[in-house]
């Protein structure tokens, strides 16, 4: 059973690296990088009639963003 269980994870950690290399190459491509949310969902996000949203999910998308605009270069957040 732990030979099973071990083979299972190795296989998500290696099929999750494949998806975000994907990820991140469509990002580059674009130039543009989409955070989405759901709205009135505190403290995670939420966003006043007018304002930018706000939350943690917000902060913790926006500093993945800029790391992401470290390497490409004018990146657009939408």
Do not use: H, N
Not at 13 to 33: E, F, K, Y
């Amino acid at each position: 059973m732990g030979r099973y269980a071990a083979w299972i994870l190795a296989c998500c950690l290696l099929s999750s690296g494949t998806a975000a290399a994907q990820t991140l190459d469509r990002i580059a491509a674009s130039g543009t990088v989409t955070i989405g949310y759901v709205p009135e969902q505190r403290p995670f996000a939420s966003a006043a009639s007018g304002a930018e949203p706000s939350g943690y999910a917000i902060e913790l998308c926006g500093v993945v963003a800029d790391e992401i605009g470290r390497s490409v270069k004018d990146l657009k957040r939408v």
